[in-house]
């Protein structure tokens, strides 16, 4: 069965210092998609990234950066230099192919809180 | 701007209650679909629509019912509020097709009382 498991439940740093936030993931397809999302403490979804199963690159956009491992089955988010903004509980999620007609359904894993101190 | 509305934003029932949650999108998107959150839990769907007249049940869809008769709204009703049922429901769409990227409505704050 198609799972994501995010073991860090909570992390506290101090501005500035680099985070990671892990994601592991299960799947029986070979296609498929990871997304990031961004649940700021006023509660609402943003959607960070989406990368697909055949993209191994890594991402950078700004001080967030993206690494996927298929070898691993892992697809970890990092922030460079924290910000008090950055605090918020992280979602990776895993959108299933077209394996068992549940097409484009996320499965989430359960957050990761991370607290930014200044 | 196309977005995703939810309405009510906050809602207080009372047990035994039947109540809809609605969801707009002026995206055109024909997926849809419902979540709900609850500490410890992440997020987990509840029903999901694909279409006019297409609806399917999701992980945990006991207790609850959609409708889609139009492509921008997909309510959501609890046949018989129970405590259990207190959560925070998010409404989400995507473009057709698998592995497209959903986007989120601002959530529903339901407390069933």
């Not at chain 1, 990092?78 to 918020?88: E, L």
């Not at chain 2, 209650?17 to 999108?25: E, G, M, N």
């Not at chain 2, 207790?63 to 046949?79: C, H, I, K, W």
């Amino acid at each position: 069965a198609q799972k994501v498991t995010q073991a860090q439940t909570e992390i506290s740093v101090v501005e500035k210092e680099d985070v990671t936030l892990d994601c592991v993931y299960e799947t029986r397809d070979t296609t498929y998609y990871l997304f990031w999302y961004k649940q700021p403490p006023s509660g609402e979804l943003v959607f960070l990234i989406r990368r697909n199963s055949f993209d191994e690159q890594n991402e950078i956009s700004g001080r967030y950066s993206w690494n996927f491992q298929k070898s691993t089955s892992s697809f970890n988010f990092t922030i460079t230099a924290s910000q008090v903004v950055d605090s918020a509980v992280y979602f990776c999620a895993l959108s299933e192919g077209d394996y068992g007609g549940s097409q484009g359904n996320l499965i989430f894993g359960k957050g990761t809180k991370l607290s930014v101190k200044p | 701007d196309a977005e995703i509305t939810q309405s009510p934003r906050h809602k207080i029932t009372e047990t035994g209650r039947q109540v809809t949650l609605a969801c707009h999108q002026t995206w055109n998107h024909n997926n849809m679909f419902w979540y709900r959150q609850d500490l410890g839990h992440g997020l987990r769907l509840i029903h999901y629509s694909y279409g006019v007249q297409d609806t399917n049940k999701g992980e945990v869809s006991d207790g609850y019912s959609v409708s889609r008769s139009n492509t921008e709204d997909l309510p959501l009703t609890l046949e018989s509020a129970a405590s259990s049922q207190t959560s925070v429901y998010f409404c989400a769409s995507s473009e057709s097709g698998a592995l497209e990227t959903q986007y989120f409505g601002p959530g529903t704050r339901l407390l069933v009382l």
